[in-house]
Each structure stands twice: as structure tokens, then as C-alpha cells.
């Protein structure tokens, strides 16, 4: 199989069940964040020195598959037939966990913080900041999207925060103050 297909010469790409969109549709601009999303987390992943922060990316990064083809799907069709490709609140409720267990080992916050730190912390604030980029276009989809999926990636913002807190913590670099 070639990785070039031509049919996205014209500016046009397809949706799960072959609808044709303009590739500067709002929904292909959605699942693009969460691609762009993904490479972040992917950068994050090969520079964490902590294997417990590289096996959550590497969940984080399975997710982001999922949720992706979930908005490239808007008729919901693959969530009957590839269950690896949907999200469910458990695996929200996942996401809380991971926090709280984190957030148990760092110092409170006290004060805004600016991103940087390690080459990991500085990776996880910029994946942050797309996820709340991803956040916006799924809110701003015409057709509503699952709330799931918006309870999964409002979460994931929060946890990237902390995850970029925890790896600076862990490399013993410190806290800038804003």
C-alpha cells in the first residue's frame, strides 16, 4: 500500500464512512489537534526519564487514536465495531486517578507557574496547550460531539499539567514563578 493516495489533491479528505469534507472543515481541524496533540506526547514520551511517565504517554497516545477516530466519525459507525476506538468514562475516571496519585508526590502550588523545566516538563506544558486547543474545536463542532469525549479531554489538559509538574519534580528541576 502506498502512503500517497491523490485523492486529497483537491483539498478534500473523507470522514469515516467516506463523506467527502473540505479539509478545512472544523471536524478535520479537530482531529488534526488531537493528532498534533499525539506527536507532542510522542516528544514527551522518548524524553522522560521516568518510566511511569513514559508508560502513561504511552496510554495517553493509544487514547488519542481513539478519540481521533471518534471524530472522524461523526455517524458513530466504528465504535460497533472497533472497540479499541472508543472512549468511555472509565477510562475518564482513569485519568482522575492518575492525578491524584501524582499530585500526592509534588509540593502544593501556591503560585502560576511558567512552562519549562526538563526537556519533558517543557513538553508536557506545550501538549497542555494544544489540548485545550483540541478542546475548543470539539466544542465549537456543529454536530454535538460525545460528552464523553469532552469530559476526557478537559481532564487530560488537567493531567498533562500535573504530569508536566511531576516530571520537572522528578528531574529536580524547579518551578519558575510567574
Given amino acids: ?3 500517497y493516495t491523490k485523492t486529497g489533491d483537491a483539498g478534500e479528505t473523507s470522514l469515516f464512512g467516506g463523506t467527502r469534507v473540505s479539509k478545512s472543515d472544523p471536524r478535520v481541524a479537530a482531529y488534526g489537534d488531537v493528532d498534533e496533540l499525539n ?24 487514547d488519542l487514536f481513539a478519540l481521533g477516530a471518534q471524530l472522524a466519525d461523526p455517524s458513530g459507525k466504528i465504535a460497533a465495531h472497533v472497540s479499541k476506538a472508543v ?13 491524584d496519585k501524582l499530585e500526592a508526590g509534588l509540593p502544593p502550588l501556591r503560585h502560576f507557574i511558567l512552562a519549562g523545566g526538563s526537556a519533558c516538563g517543557a513538553a508536557l506544558h506545550v501538549a497542555r496547550a ?10 465549537a463542532l456543529e454536530a454535538p460531539v460525545d460528552p464523553v469525549l469532552l469530559k476526557y479531554v478537559n481532564r487530560l489538559s488537567d493531567l498533562l499539567f500535573v504530569m508536566a509538574r511531576t516530571a520537572n519534580h522528578r528531574a529536580g528541576a524547579e518551578e519558575t514563578p510567574w
Avoid at 130 to 139: D, I
Fill in 87 to 99: 472512549l468511555r468514562e472509565t477510562d475518564v475516571e482513569r485519568l482522575e486517578g492518575v492525578i
Fill in 39 to 62: 506527536a507532542h506526547l510522542g516528544l514527551a514520551r522518548v524524553a522522560a526519564a521516568d518510566a511511569e511517565i513514559a508508560g502513561e504517554l504511552l496510554q495517553l497516545q493509544r
Fill in 130 to 139: 494544544v489540548c485545550r486547543r483540541a478542546e475548543r474545536g470539539m466544542v
Fill in 1 to 3: 500500500m502506498k502512503i
